[in-house]
């Protein structure tokens, strides 16, 4: 059984950071093989995708929101994904959700195993 499991939320004033982890389990699952993608939802919205880095070279996308403030990296003797988010905003208020597939990774659908999500909360 995969395990994803999501570490790192809390509340921050705008403008800081948090480091969200992601540390993945379960027999003949490695980060290495699979895309590792972050996803988030706030209220009343729908999920979306926030970033991702592919299995093979360990391309990394991210969605233009967040370009240029989030940094999605991992570790994979330790089979953890990280998301670092600086210049953190009141519209990064969300659930995060980690997420591991293949296909595109930029799409919700292609990820066939997720975590149990950890709030993310930014105070103006």
């Known amino acids: 059984q995969v395990q994803l499991v999501e570490s790192g939320g809390g509340l921050v004033q705008a403008g800081g950071s948090l480091r969200l982890s992601c540390a993945a389990s379960g027999r003949s699952f490695s980060i290495s093989t699979y895309a590792m993608g972050w996803f988030r939802q706030a209220p009343g919205k729908e999920r979306e995708f926030v970033a991702a880095?592919?299995?093979?070279?360990?391309?990394?996308y991210y969605a233009d929101s967040v370009k240029g403030r989030f940094t999605i990296s991992r570790d994979i003797a330790e089979n953890t994904v990280y998301l670092q988010m600086n210049m953190l905003k009141p519209e990064d208020t969300a659930v995060y959700y980690c997420?591991?597939?293949?296909?595109?990774?930029?799409?919700?659908?292609?990820?066939?195993?997720w975590g149990q999500g950890t709030q993310v909360t930014v105070s103006s």
């Open positions: 997420a591991g597939g293949r296909g595109i990774v930029t799409m919700s659908r292609f990820y066939d195993y």
């Open positions: 880095i592919a299995w093979s070279a360990g391309n990394t």
